[in-house]
């Protein structure tokens, strides 16, 4: 077994002065194991088995988040990791913290509501997600420092100058009214914003993010059983307490990862007459498959249609889709000579 990461932590304690611990990370044979090793009752060392597996991306998020548990009750490493070194002595970073934790505590509702319709707005006229414009965290910083000329835009994290080349004029006159209760520069943050508190906030943040993510893969990992069993929609939509819409979202992000879905794609057709998915097979050769609408009208009346008619015929065209796309990739596959029976070529 190669140990691969160690380090002791401390803590006080008020009937046994310092505490010492120690987390590890060793590697065998591709499988990752995390530990944590603490005196226990009696002075018996006590051995926790934060991990065990093969995913690296896993037992990093693990080790995060049970060390950011042991600084909650009081460890602190002996030898500061790095990426708590860059977090805590990297100016600029812990400054741009600051400002964000400020935002956070004194962002104005109004304003801030006032520039999240905004922004909602200008993303959907130019076809974007909203957070790729601008996210909840930076509308939170211009709305609790109200920027009022191009300059002081510019001093908000995440606001640079194309993007202000780009929605500078709007956002301004969205704040110029707008009441301001600090001034610029933004200078005086630095000593008006507790840097431990904006430290903690931020690792908080850290870990719901990573917590988000952590459950999202435990959806993935469930649902892609759900679906080689061949489980209907209609049975995954009370097992997951997720919309029907937001299924097929994360079926088709599913596909476009590579994962198999015919089982579940086999499922919800075996519904669907035979003639009405060849048509929609043959319109989608004729059509292209980046639009469902020109599809469906070829094989609907939509006036015809309720609600619910409506987006079932959509669903089933979304899965159709998937598989139609699926067998285009491998007929491409199927066309492409092997590289290792092509004969060598003359210099």
């Not at 741009?96 to 006229?125: F, P, V």
């Not at 200078?187 to 850290?206: H, T």
Request: proline share 4%; net charge negative; charged share 30%.
């Amino acid at each position: 077994m190669n140990l691969v990461f160690l380090n002791s932590f401390e803590k006080q304690t008020e009937h046994d002065g310092n505490v010492t611990a120690q987390v590890s990370i060793a590697e065998e044979f591709g499988e990752w194991r995390v530990w944590w090793h603490e005196p226990g009752g009696g002075g018996i060392p006590t051995q926790e088995s934060w991990y065990t597996g093969t995913a690296w991306d896993e037992m990093i998020a693990e080790f995060r988040s049970r060390i950011t548990d042991k600084r909650r009750d009081g460890y602190r490493p002996l030898v500061e990791l790095a990426v708590e070194r860059e977090s805590r002595h990297a100016g600029k970073g812990l400054f741009i913290r600051k400002l964000e934790y400020y935002g956070e505590l004194h962002a104005d509702a109004e304003l801030y509501e006032t520039l999240r319709r905004w922004r909602n707005g200008q993303a959907a006229n130019e076809g974007k997600s909203p957070f790729i414009l601008a996210s909840n965290r930076l509308i939170k910083m211009i709305s609790a420092f109200v920027p009022q000329t191009m300059e002081e835009l510019l001093q908000i994290p995440g606001f640079g100058e194309h993007k202000a080349g780009l929605y500078g004029a709007d956002i301004l006159a969205l704040t110029e009214s707008a009441a301001r209760p600090t001034s610029f520069p933004l200078d005086w943050v630095e000593e008006a914003v507790d840097g431990a508190a904006a430290e903690e906030w931020f690792r908080e943040r850290q870990e719901q993010r990573r917590k988000g993510e952590s459950a999202k893969q435990e959806l993935k990992r469930k649902l892609l059983e759900a679906v080689a069993a061949g489980t209907s929609l209609n049975e995954l939509e009370p097992l997951f307490s997720l919309s029907r819409r937001e299924l097929m979202t994360r079926i088709e992000e599913l596909d476009k990862e590579g994962y198999e879905l015919e089982p579940l794609i086999a499922a919800e057709l075996e519904s669907i007459p035979q003639p009405l998915v060849d048509k929609a097979w043959s319109e989608f050769g004729a059509l292209g498959d980046r639009f469902l609408r020109p599809v469906l009208k070829r094989l609907y009346d939509e006036k015809t249609l309720d609600e619910e008619s409506l987006s079932r015929a959509y669903e089933w065209l979304r899965l159709l889709r998937i598989r139609y796309r699926r067998a285009k990739i491998d007929v491409v596959e199927a066309a492409e000579p092997d590289a290792r029976e092509l004969p060598e070529q003359s210099a």
